[in-house]
């Protein structure tokens, strides 16, 4: 899930010309279904377009008062064309509105600004570049609440500790309840164990889910985290390097959820354990939830953190060990019996 930085205003601005092009055609294709159906629509539709140049064309030419006494005549003259028009509609089971523009996004009128400012849809559509970008929407096509198996997990106690299959039951249980609630209020995970082990796939069913509800999700692994984002827009070589990196790098924190698959992989640094720090923290000052997996065992994983960025974690995250039999290879096992069959 690499290239985020190609992903720019332009890319954006695309998508909502798109998208004002097909509901423009939509609003043409209605008319002339209408028009063609009731040729009366047509002409009324015709009437008042010539009323309102008419009307404009007249005032131009006359006093204050005589334009205001021409403007009323055509304004009544209008309402009633209109009040003929909408009569029809109504008669024939079509509502009042059949004829407005419509939006995909009520808000920002498909513009993606709200009195200068992004609007929230501009997030979503930015979203949607990124995973088309990453292929990480094929992926979750695949790993979603609804692929998940128990079956790979085994029923036998472990020592001190309930089965696999118990375990990943109260887990599942607990990150399904948390991607369906309507506001999660920060609520974050830390997911670790060996590789294997369904840290990925269960992270993978909690962005699938909140996506499907419309909630922005940003997933990056960790070598993506530090070197595809925060160094080149902290350090950036290119003179642009880091204006194309901003929009990812604002997702960071304003996104819904972020995921940070395979923490520990990175090259741990000073610049690395600040980063993740501020990236916890801020994001815990604004109710946004995190999920972070590690293979790290988790007295190496405090090892190698600071005793700041554990304290966070111990004090907001739920902590979920996995453990069991390699899934993955279970897998690669069963399709190579299946091929051979």
Do not use: W
């Amino acid at each position: 899930m690499a290239y985020f930085y190609t992903i720019g205003n332009t890319d954006i601005e695309d998508i909502y010309s798109r998208i004002r092009t097909r509901n423009e055609r939509a609003l043409t294709d209605r008319r002339r279904k209408l028009f063609t159906e009731y040729p009366e629509l047509n002409r009324l539709d015709r009437e008042i377009v010539s009323t309102n140049t008419s009307t404009m064309r007249r005032i131009v030419t006359l006093s204050p008062d005589a334009a205001a006494s021409v403007r009323a005549e055509g304004k009544a003259k209008t309402k009633d064309l209109r009040e003929q028009f909408d009569r029809i509609l109504s008669d024939n089971g079509y509502p009042a509105d059949y004829l407005a523009r419509t939006y995909d996004c009520p808000l920002c009128k498909d513009e993606g600004t709200v009195d200068g400012k992004r609007c929230i849809c501009y997030q979503k559509y930015m979203m949607e570049l990124l995973y088309r970008q990453s292929g990480l929407a094929d992926v979750l096509e695949k790993e979603n609440f609804g692929t998940f198996s128990f079956d790979y997990y085994s029923d036998e106690p472990q020592e001190n500790r309930p089965s696999p299959r118990k375990c990943i039951e109260i887990y599942h249980s607990k990150a399904k309840e948390f991607a369906t609630t309507d506001e999660p209020k920060g609520q974050s995970f830390l997911f670790y164990g060996r590789t294997g082990v369904g840290k990925t796939f269960l992270s993978n069913c909690i962005a699938a889910e909140m996506m499907a509800h419309g909630r922005s999700v940003l997933y990056l692994t960790a070598n993506e985290l530090f070197y595809d984002i925060l160094s080149p827009y902290y350090m950036p070589i290119a003179p642009d390097q880091r204006e194309r990196v901003k929009p990812v790098y604002n997702l960071i924190y304003s996104s819904h959820l972020l995921v940070i698959d395979d923490l520990g992989t990175e090259n741990t640094t000073n610049f690395t354990r600040s980063q993740l720090f501020e990236i916890i923290n801020r994001r815990m000052l604004q109710n946004r939830s995190t999920v972070i997996s590690t293979n790290l065992p988790l007295q190496q994983f405090g090892e190698r953190y600071e005793d700041r960025i554990l304290s966070r974690i111990v004090e907001r995250y739920e902590i979920c060990h996995f453990y069991g039999e390699d899934i993955r290879s279970k897998k690669k096992t069963e399709a190579l019996k299946a091929t051979v069959e």
